[in-house]
C-alpha cells in the first residue's frame, strides 16, 4: 500500500491551496480517511476526516468553515480544500488510511 500527497506549497494568507492523496493497493472507499498535520516543533494534530460509507466530513475546529475533504472514488484519490489560509496553517500534512501513511507534503502561509 502507498498513500501519495501533493499540491502543498507557498500561498499568501488568505489564498487557496487543495492537496490530493491518492493510493495504490487500496480502495479508499472502503475505509475512512483522514488527514493529519504536523508544524514544527509541535505534535501531529488531526485535521480533517471522511467515512467510508455515507462519506460523512468531521473537521478540527481550527479548519471548519476553511477546509474540505472529500473523495473521488474513480481516481481513490482524497482531497483537501483549504481556503482562507492562516499561517498558523503551516504544516506537513499528511494522509492516513488504517495504519498506512503518507509522506506528507508541505504547506507554507506567508506574506
Known amino acids: 500500500v502507498q498513500l501519495v500527497e501533493s499540491g502543498g506549497g507557498l500561498v499568501q494568507p488568505g489564498g487557496s491551496l487543495r492537496l490530493s492523496c491518492t493510493a495504490s493497493g487500496l480502495t479508499f472507499t472502503n475505509y475512512p480517511s483522514k488527514w493529519f498535520r504536523q508544524a514544527p516543533g509541535k505534535e501531529r494534530e488531526y485535521v480533517a476526516g471522511i467515512s467510508n460509507d455515507r462519506d460523512l466530513t468531521y473537521y478540527a475546529d481550527s479548519v471548519k468553515g476553511r477546509f474540505t475533504i472529500a473523495r473521488d472514488k474513480p481516481k481513490n484519490t482524497v482531497y483537501l480544500q483549504m481556503n482562507s489560509l492562516k499561517p498558523e496553517d503551516t504544516a506537513v500534512y499528511s494522509c492516513?488510511?488504517?495504519?498506512?501513511w503518507g509522506q506528507g507534503t508541505q504547506v507554507t502561509v506567508s506574506s
Open positions: 492516513n488510511v488504517l495504519d498506512y
